[in-house]
């Protein structure tokens, strides 16, 4: 019987190191040790031999067993090296990499970004004020006295308590920085002050309680209505990259004199009349005008010493034409479907 273990192992051997495929590998793997080879019947009659017999031909039967395997696994590791396909494998390191996936500014900071790197290459400043802020400020300096009627204009959010005995409200407009300006420098100065401001009204499509506004002031000894309309060019033309023209219309505001509306001529048609300016060749902007004296006198400046022109209108509104977006607010409404569009 040994020698017939021996013998097997001989062949099996000489068989396993000649096997060109795994499939080969595994047909003798199931000849020399499946459950109807030779190797497994003696195995079977091992229990009849006698005790001293059963012992050594037992061990015998096993270190084959054990040499038979690893001869099997050591072929098949070398025959699955040899089939391996590298080619498949292969990894292209100049593919371009996955973009990741990455947020990005409100578009709204992007078009505050713009203006103020418009305005700073023309030397302006930004400068900033609190969105909280004195009934001093946002109306008394302005020239809007107690119960006259331009208080009306910019609903409030008046808050509860006082500072320095003083009422105080939500902002309601981005000029009640100028006086503040005004106080801590003196002129010639150019600014631009980008904000948030708040108005207690209902909202729709072109009304938010929350917004931006842009307000610019010029100060110096002669400043003019012209300095204002070349500014005002200068700036549209370059935030639209193209040639725009700047119309003005009488208004009235408490801390301009004389004040304007002012227009630019219709960014989609040039000036012809189209459906987004509604055939008039303009779009109204905003409110301008030279600064009334009687701002410079709040800040504690002498009458007539200075003059200066001022505008303010809302970001919202520059973004919504630059954008060709027709409700104020998505912007606030948190919605990515908007954001990620930007
Ligand atoms: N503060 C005004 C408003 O909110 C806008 C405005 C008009 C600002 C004329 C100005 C200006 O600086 O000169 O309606």
């Known amino acids: 019987m040994k020698e017939k273990i ?20 595994e047909e003798l793997r199931i000849k020399y040790l499946g459950r109807k080879s030779d190797f497994t019947n003696i195995l079977k009659s091992l229990k009849d031999l006698t005790g001293e017999e059963r012992k050594t031909v037992g061990q015998l039967a096993n270190t084959v067993k054990a040499e038979i395997e690893s001869a099997f696994t050591q072929k098949e590791k070398e025959l699955k090296e040899k089939s391996f396909d590298f080619a498949a494998e292969k990894i292209d390191v100049t593919i371009p990499a996955k973009k990741m996936k990455r947020g990005h500014l409100h578009p709204l900071t992007k078009i505050q970004n713009e203006l103020e790197d418009i305005f700073t290459s023309m030397g302006f400043e930004v400068a900033d004020g609190p969105e909280v802020e004195t009934e001093f400020y946002n109306f008394d300096a302005l020239n809007m006295p107690k119960n006259h009627p331009a208080r009306d204009m910019q609903d409030t959010f008046w808050l509860k308590g006082l500072h320095a005995n003083e009422r105080v409200a939500m902002r309601t407009q981005t000029s009640a920085v100028q006086v503040r300006y005004m106080e801590k420098h003196v002129p010639p100065y150019r600014i631009i002050v980008p904000g948030r401001i708040f108005r207690n009204e209902a909202t729709d499509s072109t009304h938010e309680h929350t917004f931006h ?10 400043i003019n209505v012209g300095n204002f309309k070349f500014i005002a060019q200068e700036f549209f033309s370059r935030f639209f990259k193209k040639d725009v023209k700047v119309r003005l219309r009488p208004s009235y505001f408490p801390f301009t004199e004389p004040s304007f509306e002012f227009d630019i001529s219709c960014t989609m048609c040039g000036g012809k009349g ?65 954001t990620s569009q930007f």
Do not use: P
Not at 6 to 25: G, P
Not at 213 to 222: I, R, T, Y
Not at 283 to 308: P, T
């Open 6 to 25: 021996e013998q097997i192992k001989k062949q099996a051997l000489a068989e396993i190191i000649e096997a060109t495929s795994v499939e080969i590998a």
């Open 274 to 338: 189209c459906s987004g300016c509604k055939n008039a060749g303009w779009l109204e902007i905003g409110g301008a005008g030279m600064v009334n004296q009687f701002v410079f006198e709040s800040a504690g400046y002498k009458r007539n010493e200075y003059q200066g022109f001022a505008w303010g209108f809302g970001i919202e509104r520059l973004a919504m034409m630059k954008y060709k977006i027709n409700d104020i607010r998505l912007f606030h409404s948190g919605d990515v479907r908007f």
């Open 213 to 222: 506004q842009f307000e610019a002031l010029v100060v110096d000894k002669n």
